[in-house]
Nanobody, 120 residues
Framework: VQLQASGGGLVQAGGSLRLSCAAS????????MGWYRQAPEERRELVAT???????DYKDFVKGRFTISRDNVKNTVYLQMNSLKPEDTAVYYC???????????????WGQGTQVTVSS
Protein backbone atom coordinates (compact mmCIF):
# COMPACT_ATOMS: atom_id res chain seq x y z
CA VAL A 1 0.00 0.00 0.00
CA GLN A 2 1.28 3.44 -0.91
CA LEU A 3 -0.22 6.55 0.67
CA GLN A 4 0.06 10.09 -0.67
CA ALA A 5 -1.01 12.91 1.65
CA SER A 6 -1.77 16.42 0.47
CA GLY A 7 -3.70 19.54 1.35
CA GLY A 8 -1.55 21.12 4.03
CA GLY A 9 -0.64 24.78 4.08
CA LEU A 10 -0.54 28.00 6.03
CA VAL A 11 -3.79 29.27 7.51
CA GLN A 12 -4.80 31.81 10.11
CA ALA A 13 -6.30 30.75 13.41
CA GLY A 14 -9.98 30.02 12.98
CA GLY A 15 -9.51 28.94 9.39
CA SER A 16 -10.02 25.59 7.69
CA LEU A 17 -8.06 23.08 5.66
CA ARG A 18 -8.92 19.72 4.14
CA LEU A 19 -6.26 17.06 4.00
CA SER A 20 -6.44 14.18 1.56
CA CYS A 21 -4.66 10.84 1.57
CA ALA A 22 -4.83 8.82 -1.63
CA ALA A 23 -4.09 5.13 -1.35
CA SER A 24 -2.94 2.73 -4.02
CA UNK A 25 -3.83 -0.95 -3.98
CA UNK A 26 -7.04 -2.92 -3.87
CA UNK A 27 -7.20 -3.37 -0.10
CA UNK A 28 -8.18 0.20 0.80
CA UNK A 29 -11.86 -0.50 1.35
CA UNK A 30 -11.05 -3.18 3.90
CA UNK A 31 -8.55 -1.12 5.83
CA UNK A 32 -9.02 1.19 8.77
CA MET A 33 -7.38 4.55 8.27
CA GLY A 34 -5.88 6.97 10.70
CA TRP A 35 -4.55 10.51 10.72
CA TYR A 36 -1.64 11.33 13.00
CA ARG A 37 0.33 14.49 13.58
CA GLN A 38 3.77 15.37 14.85
CA ALA A 39 4.80 18.79 16.06
CA PRO A 40 8.48 19.75 16.31
CA GLU A 41 10.22 17.92 19.13
CA GLU A 42 7.01 16.11 20.00
CA ARG A 43 5.95 12.51 19.61
CA ARG A 44 3.65 11.52 16.78
CA GLU A 45 0.08 11.41 18.08
CA LEU A 46 -3.15 9.94 16.82
CA VAL A 47 -5.76 12.48 15.73
CA ALA A 48 -8.66 10.55 14.20
CA THR A 49 -9.54 7.15 12.80
CA UNK A 50 -12.14 5.65 10.53
CA UNK A 51 -12.91 1.96 10.25
CA UNK A 52 -13.62 0.07 7.05
CA UNK A 53 -17.34 0.36 7.87
CA UNK A 54 -17.11 4.11 8.42
CA UNK A 55 -17.07 4.27 12.20
CA UNK A 56 -15.11 7.32 13.28
CA ASP A 57 -13.23 8.23 16.43
CA TYR A 58 -11.47 11.43 17.48
CA LYS A 59 -9.06 12.51 20.12
CA ASP A 60 -10.53 15.03 22.54
CA PHE A 61 -8.35 17.88 21.34
CA VAL A 62 -9.99 17.81 17.86
CA LYS A 63 -13.53 16.70 18.69
CA GLY A 64 -16.09 19.06 17.22
CA ARG A 65 -13.51 20.69 14.95
CA PHE A 66 -12.13 17.91 12.73
CA THR A 67 -14.01 15.38 10.60
CA ILE A 68 -12.52 12.25 9.09
CA SER A 69 -14.20 10.62 6.11
CA ARG A 70 -13.39 8.19 3.33
CA ASP A 71 -14.31 7.56 -0.29
CA ASN A 72 -13.79 3.93 -1.15
CA VAL A 73 -14.34 4.59 -4.86
CA LYS A 74 -11.51 7.13 -4.94
CA ASN A 75 -9.41 5.20 -2.41
CA THR A 76 -9.04 8.39 -0.43
CA VAL A 77 -9.40 9.40 3.19
CA TYR A 78 -9.97 13.01 4.18
CA LEU A 79 -9.49 15.13 7.26
CA GLN A 80 -11.59 18.28 7.32
CA MET A 81 -10.09 20.66 9.85
CA ASN A 82 -12.13 23.64 11.01
CA SER A 83 -11.58 26.25 13.71
CA LEU A 84 -7.86 25.65 13.50
CA LYS A 85 -5.65 26.74 16.38
CA PRO A 86 -1.92 27.51 16.48
CA GLU A 87 -1.43 24.35 18.53
CA ASP A 88 -2.69 22.32 15.56
CA THR A 89 0.54 23.20 13.76
CA ALA A 90 2.28 19.94 12.86
CA VAL A 91 3.13 17.56 10.07
CA TYR A 92 0.07 15.41 9.45
CA TYR A 93 0.45 11.78 8.39
CA CYS A 94 -2.05 9.21 7.20
CA UNK A 95 -1.79 5.54 8.02
CA UNK A 96 -3.51 2.39 6.81
CA UNK A 97 -4.07 0.11 9.77
CA UNK A 98 -6.70 -2.02 11.44
CA UNK A 99 -9.02 -2.07 14.41
CA UNK A 100 -9.12 -4.62 17.17
CA UNK A 101 -12.38 -3.82 18.90
CA UNK A 102 -12.42 -0.06 19.44
CA UNK A 103 -8.64 0.28 19.27
CA UNK A 104 -6.77 1.40 16.18
CA UNK A 105 -3.49 -0.32 15.37
CA UNK A 106 -1.22 1.46 12.92
CA UNK A 107 0.57 -0.51 10.25
CA UNK A 108 3.91 0.11 8.59
CA UNK A 109 2.14 1.99 5.78
CA TRP A 110 2.50 5.75 6.21
CA GLY A 111 2.00 8.69 3.89
CA GLN A 112 4.85 11.14 3.50
CA GLY A 113 3.28 13.84 5.67
CA THR A 114 1.86 17.24 4.87
CA GLN A 115 2.71 20.39 6.82
CA VAL A 116 -0.08 22.34 8.49
CA THR A 117 0.85 25.72 9.94
CA VAL A 118 -1.68 27.82 11.83
CA SER A 119 -0.72 31.40 12.53
CA SER A 120 -2.12 33.38 15.45
Amino acid sequence: VQLQASGGGLVQAGGSLRLSCAASGSTFSGASMGWYRQAPEERRELVATISSSGTTDYKDFVKGRFTISRDNVKNTVYLQMNSLKPEDTAVYYCNAGYHVGPYYHPSKYWGQGTQVTVSS
